[in-house]
């Protein structure tokens, strides 16, 4: 059981001690709250949208959440894979590093939505504090997902980091309210939970329909990425 928890505790601990990525925890929530609102705003205007100033200052959190987490999740694969094939012939097995790789990945994402969170709450204050939590973690899962996927594809750094921006890029300007409706806007893994930290934001409720997307793409996300952790550790003999 020590060892089990050791393996998920160390990329966290790894990461915590960093003090670049400490200031990365605070600093990009804050720009992605303060300065990359005003940017979703003017690019929803000029593609025909109706993304308000302050359904983008919302959903901004959402977005901060969903780059560190992806950007984090691609790392820690990317860094850990023949660390977690040793630690697996070992004896601890190729499902409970996963299972150990994910828990760790989680607790960043705790960690990132908090920031974020807090952020947002100082910036304009939360008409629906619940929901908005809920909706700003769902945005960190589904980017663990997404970053742990490219991670068991791609070994480059470089290529891989790269790779996690366009795809956060495309999600970003094809959401929801940021054209006049319409191409990939129906199919970006998080519009569901931008429809609900939108509405959170504005003092509005959410159908259940949202809810359950949200849950459903969070769910599969997290799923993909514990595939992709334990892929990643089986071991190539």
């Given at each position: ?110 960690i990132v939505s908090a920031v974020a969170y807090l952020t947002l709450w100082l910036r304009t204050g939360i008409e629906h504090p619940v929901h908005a939590a809920i909706a700003i973690f769902v945005f960190a899962a589904i980017y663990i997902g997404i970053g742990a996927l490219i991670g068991a594809f791609v070994r480059g750094p470089l290529e891989g980091s790269l790779l996690v921006v ?72």
């Open positions: 059981m020590n060892g089990f928890a050791e393996v998920g505790g160390s990329f966290l601990r790894e990461q915590i001690r960093a003090p670049l990525n400490l200031v990365l925890l605070v600093v990009i929530p804050v720009f992605f709250v303060l300065i990359f609102a005003n940017v979703l705003g003017e690019f929803a205007a000029a593609l025909g949208g109706d993304l308000a100033e302050e359904a983008a200052t919302s959903i901004s959190a959402g977005w901060a959440a969903a780059f560190l987490c992806g950007a984090l999740a691609f790392f820690q694969l990317n860094s850990s894979r023949e660390a977690d094939r040793r630690l697996a012939g070992a004896g601890l097995g190729a499902w409970r590093v996963a299972i150990a790789r994910i828990a760790s990945a989680l607790a960043l994402g705790v366009l795809v956060f890029s495309l999600d970003v300007f094809s959401g929801p309210a940021m054209s006049s409706g319409g191409g990939l806007s129906n199919f970006t893994p998080t519009r569901d939970a931008a429809e609900l930290l939108i509405a959170a934001g504005g003092g509005q409720g959410s159908p259940a329909s949202d809810w359950v997307g949200a849950a459903a793409v969070a769910i599969g996300a997290l799923a993909v990425a514990l595939a992709a952790f334990w892929a990643s550790a089986r071991s190539r003999a």
